[in-house]
DNA sequence: GTGGTCTAGACCACG
DNA sequence: GTGGTCTAGACCACC
């Protein structure tokens, strides 16, 4: 389980790699137990520094996503998969509804809005092919 | 001519002033010639920091939204409302493809995409209906 | 409001600070709204790294102690302040059970346990007379 | 004679095994001259990394309570009991004393702490009664 | 080997 | 001015 870093795109790496391991979590990528990629590793196989791993981790552990087992390394909490899946959506709709709540608030009618998510949904299957 | 500005939600405050400037024009509640409130009025009425309104204001005469006029503030510009309407449905289209992209990077399917986005639409128009 | 940090106690710099802001605000010398000391100032007044600082800050902002005002520092949230008296005891309650089962599980007697924390506590009393 | 080990309660494993065997030693669980379990065996029993247990066995080599008996194991050192009898209620004095001081210097009553103390020695009675 | 802590310093965004 | 992010590297404790 390595994750994919976009620098530059204005959202902290750290960020991402919570957000990508939380995924993997939800979706079963990772499973109870099964251990994270040690810090080090993660770091040199997505060249980002060591430090910045080790944030994202800790921030995984305060969430309760991951659990420190001592000397052995980080594995996936017991209640991880619930919270994961639980939180999988609510990801996706925080975001969506700040960009609705915007469109909306600024005259965007329900047959622009739907037509756009259907556009640019179509827009990105054909971009990744399942 | 008065925005919404929300704090801690991410999106720096210049920038939710720049998109509300630009909405407004585009949708006519601003028309061109019109004064856009003073730096120092809309920032006491936003409650919000003096240099941040400047800020915004800065970043809309550098897209020829709104000009200087000698003594007397800043205005719509003659081009404006065409430039913000063709940029309109653009603004949020922008911000929609990064949030659709991350949940069907995620295995979000169609159908719950589109679920989701119904739902939070239709409970955004209960917010505040029209 | 400047903390009191021991080096070498055992006890992670970032949580002293944790601990001492908690209890400040807890007794009232932390007031909501008030700002606490920039991670700059804090850090040059104590001799301790600015990161380190960041660290702890940024922990009590995860806690809901701190919330984090754009561009002018960081302030005492509106609940911290029922937070952190209601964890006041807790803080010391977690520490003293642990001693205390560890005093019981090897047969130490409620006489000896009773006697042991008056005479420690007066020790004290006396270091640091009121 | 096996140990009870808590992981992520802070306290290091191999520490948490000294002690215990010191407790032991001093109450009379553990008789001069008596084997502890094998490294192996402790470490199996404990679900411990057998370095681990290892390591607190050398500990307790170098403070003089086991002696190492060739080619048989560890054993209870001749003046052990004495050692640990003597140094029993000062282990619990020393972590007793961090935990008043903190409470002392965060404004802790002398009512609060005698209160704390009773009540989490009742309720810790209830939990083990003798 | 593992994670955790701390330091030092650069750079950025925001107000 | 403020905090936030990231990098680099040292040192430690634990297993």
Redesign the pocket.
């Known amino acids: 389980m390595i994750c994919q870093i976009e620098?530059n795109n204005g959202?902290?790496?750290?960020?991402?790699i919570c957000r990508q391991v939380k995924f993997a979590v939800a979706n079963g990528s990772l499973l109870v137990g099964e251990?994270?990629?040690?810090?080090?590793?993660?770091?040199t196989r997505t060249?980002?520094?060591?430090?910045?791993?080790?944030?994202?981790?800790?921030d995984l552990?305060g969430e309760g996503v991951l659990v420190?087992?001592?000397?052995?390394?980080?594995a996936i909490a017991a209640d991880a998969p619930e919270k994961c899946r639980r939180g999988r959506l609510e990801m996706v709709r925080e975001r969506l509804q700040y960009v609705l709540r915007e469109a909306m608030q600024n005259g965007v009618s329900s047959d622009e809005i739907y037509s756009l998510v259907h556009s640019e949904w179509d827009a990105l299957q054909k971009e990744s092919p399942p």
């Open positions: 620098t959202i902290p790496i750290y960020e991402q251990h994270v990629p040690s810090v080090r590793e993660m770091a060249a980002v520094n060591v430090n910045t791993v080790a944030r994202a981790y800790r552990q420190s087992i001592r000397g052995t390394g980080l």
